[in-house]
């Protein structure tokens, strides 16, 4: 059980019972579950290590109580399968016992940045654990990661068993047919490159100086450079942050003029009557107001319409609150809140999805430049080599990518042609030239 230090000083009642007590309702919640997996690389006191420190910074360290378990794999199951079951309190807890629920954990942004902390923490015992190298784990979603993939579903102790007696389950089957789909997926830009090749073997072609060729590989490196920052430049703009509304800031919006007069009106209306009060108290010593019963009537009757008008201002701004909420409440309430939220948060999944299609694109780009970079890199060598022509297609028309293959096949035939000394010595030189202007390229390329 890992406990905040000042709970521990002040208390030897049973934590559970301790929790369940603070709450009122017979059905209310004083616990949830965090599920983890764990990393099967790690042995089991470095998860259980990873298990504490997560606990003790994200949990404890935020005034909660957890215990944990970890489960190892099933005997018939994946081996892979270590994972933990974390209990956490919903109260928070200080030296004078639970206090209020932790009502931020409600909100499905606070299990988002939980996930990011888990994954922060995780990265790093693997690092410490198993060195620099260690695999590293993300909580973004394949979409969030610009894979072009589709996720399966998590098949559960049921279909988990099924399948690993033989048996087809119904989870089993919507992800073979997932992972099907992923590997045509894969191998469908493989396909097109098969067929573009296959189209263009009958194109016309021509021996151009290698320094035509070189200078046109150099334009369409600038081209492809140009652009992917400008696809950079959009993305920057689209991952601004757009402000969306609250359901709970609309709703304060609309009522937070007549809560303020509700309030107000309140406070006056109790001014009024303790104002009155202390009249009353200084008049019974005054002889004057004891000797003169109409100054006594005229000033009962001010303090009862002073007091009337403090109590009709104060039921105003009741019922204009009462109205405020039940207008809420009302279909014209819901279609407001809705004309409010809606909007904001469209434009915010909107630009979400545009910076997820502009990563993949720079992605792609980045490759393409890359290649780009290699190959040019290979004229290079070629021509230190002696060469001065390069048989190349005389159009692009099957795009720029199935030129830039042609020619760096027929850049690697001609540079083979050559002993591996001369060729390695044509690279330093070629290498030293290049390094620092053509990005993508290093000594170790």
Same mark, same amino acid.
């Not at 890992?2 to 002040?10: D, F, K, L």
């Not at 099924?162 to 997926?185: K, L, P, Y």
């Not at 109205?323 to 630009?351: M, N």
């Given at each position: 059980?890992?406990?905040?230090?000042?709970?521990?000083?002040?208390?030897?009642?049973? /934590?559970?019972?301790?929790?369940?007590?603070?709450?009122?309702?017979?059905?209310?919640?004083?616990?949830?579950?965090?599920?983890?997996?764990?990393?099967?690389?790690?042995?089991?006191?470095?998860?259980?290590?990873?298990?504490?420190?997560?606990?003790?910074?994200?949990?404890?360290?935020?005034?909660?109580?957890?215990?944990?378990?970890?489960?190892?794999?099933?005997?018939?199951?994946?081996?892979?399968?270590?994972?933990?079951?974390?209990?956490?309190?919903?109260?928070?807890?200080?030296?004078?016992?639970?206090?209020?629920?932790?009502?931020?954990?409600?909100?499905?942004?606070?299990?988002?940045?939980? &996930?990011?902390?888990?994954?922060?923490?995780?990265?790093?015992?693997?690092?410490?654990?198993?060195?620099?190298?260690?695999?590293?784990?993300?909580?973004?979603?394949?979409?969030?990661?610009?894979?072009?993939?589709?996720?399966?579903?998590?098949?559960?102790?049921?279909?988990?068993?099924?399948?690993?007696?033989?048996?087809?389950?119904?989870?089993?089957?919507?992800?073979?047919?997932?992972?099907?789909?992923?590997?045509?997926?894969?191998?469908?830009?493989?396909?097109?490159?098969?067929?573009?090749?296959?189209?263009?073997?009958?194109?016309?072609?021509?021996?151009?100086?290698?320094?035509?060729?070189?200078?046109?590989?150099?334009?369409?490196?600038?081209?492809? /450079?140009?652009?992917?920052?400008?696809?950079?430049?959009?993305?920057?703009?689209?991952?601004?942050?757009?402000?969306?509304?609250?359901?709970?800031?609309?709703?304060?919006?609309?009522?937070?003029?007549?809560?303020?007069?509700?309030?107000?009106?309140?406070?006056?209306?109790?001014?009024?009557?303790?104002?009155?009060?202390?009249?009353?108290?200084?008049?019974?010593?005054?002889?004057?107001?004891?000797?003169?019963?109409?100054?006594?009537?005229?000033?009962?009757?001010?303090?009862?319409?002073?007091?009337?008008?403090?109590?009709?201002?104060?039921?105003?701004?009741?019922?204009?609150?009462?109205?405020?909420?039940?207008?809420?409440?009302?279909?014209?309430?819901?279609?407001?809140?809705?004309?409010?939220?809606?909007?904001?948060?469209?434009?915010?999944?909107?630009?979400?999805?545009?910076?997820?299609?502009?990563?993949?694109?720079?992605?792609?780009?980045?490759?393409?430049?890359?290649?780009?970079? &290699?190959?040019? /890199?290979?004229?290079?060598?070629?021509?230190?080599?002696?060469?001065?022509?390069?048989?190349?297609?005389?159009?692009?028309?099957?795009?720029?990518?199935?030129?830039?293959?042609?020619?760096?096949?027929?850049?690697?035939?001609?540079?083979?042609?050559?002993?591996?000394?001369?060729?390695?010595?044509?690279?330093?030189?070629?290498?030293?030239?290049?390094?620092?202007?053509?990005?993508?390229?290093?000594?170790? &390329?």
């Amino acid at each position: 059980m890992h406990v905040p230090s000042a709970r521990r000083r002040t208390t030897s009642a049973p /934590v559970p019972a301790a929790a369940e007590a603070a709450d009122k309702r017979a059905d209310s919640r004083t616990a949830r579950e965090i599920l983890v997996s764990l990393p099967h690389e790690l042995s089991d006191d470095q998860r259980h290590g990873l298990v504490r420190a997560f606990i003790a910074e994200s949990l404890v360290g935020k005034g909660m109580i957890a215990d944990y378990g970890i489960h190892y794999p099933d005997a018939h199951g994946d081996e892979r399968n270590h994972h933990a079951h974390i209990l956490v309190t919903t109260r928070r807890v200080g030296p004078e016992g639970f206090g209020f629920k932790a009502r931020e954990w409600d909100n499905p942004d606070a299990v988002k940045a939980l &996930r990011l902390e888990w994954e922060q923490i995780q990265n790093l015992h693997l690092r410490q654990h198993l060195g620099q190298e260690a695999p590293q784990v993300t909580s973004r979603s394949l979409n969030d990661q610009g894979l072009d993939q589709e996720p399966t579903i998590h098949l559960g102790p049921a279909a988990s068993g099924m399948e690993r007696r033989g048996e087809a389950s119904d989870r089993g089957d919507i992800n073979r047919r997932v992972q099907t789909r992923n590997a045509e997926r894969q191998t469908r830009p493989v396909q097109v490159r098969e067929l573009e090749d296959q189209m263009a073997a009958g194109r016309p072609r021509q021996a151009y100086p290698i320094d035509a060729v070189i200078r046109e590989f150099e334009a369409i490196h600038q081209t492809m /450079v140009r652009e992917r920052d400008s696809w950079a430049r959009a993305q920057a703009r689209v991952t601004a942050p757009i402000e969306v509304p609250t359901a709970r800031s609309v709703v304060s919006e609309v009522m937070g003029e007549a809560l303020s007069r509700r309030a107000a009106a309140a406070r006056r209306l109790d001014w009024t009557q303790n104002r009155i009060e202390q009249g009353r108290a200084r008049r019974q010593t005054l002889v004057r107001w004891v000797r003169n019963p109409v100054r006594m009537i005229w000033a009962a009757h001010a303090e009862m319409n002073a007091v009337d008008r403090a109590r009709a201002a104060d039921r105003r701004a009741e019922v204009d609150l009462k109205v405020r909420q039940e207008w809420l409440r009302s279909e014209a309430g819901r279609v407001y809140l809705a004309s409010r939220l809606d909007p904001p948060r469209q434009a915010a999944a909107d630009a979400r999805r545009e910076a997820r299609t502009l990563e993949r694109k720079i992605k792609r780009a980045d490759r393409r430049i890359e290649a780009v970079a &290699r190959t040019r /890199v290979k004229l290079l060598v070629a021509r230190e080599l002696g060469h001065d022509k390069m048989v190349a297609p005389t159009r692009m028309d099957l795009g720029v990518g199935q030129a830039v293959r042609e020619v760096d096949r027929r850049a690697v035939d001609v540079v083979k042609a050559h002993a591996p000394l001369a060729q390695e010595r044509a690279l330093s030189k070629v290498m030293a030239l290049v390094q620092g202007k053509v990005p993508g390229i290093g000594p170790d &390329r």
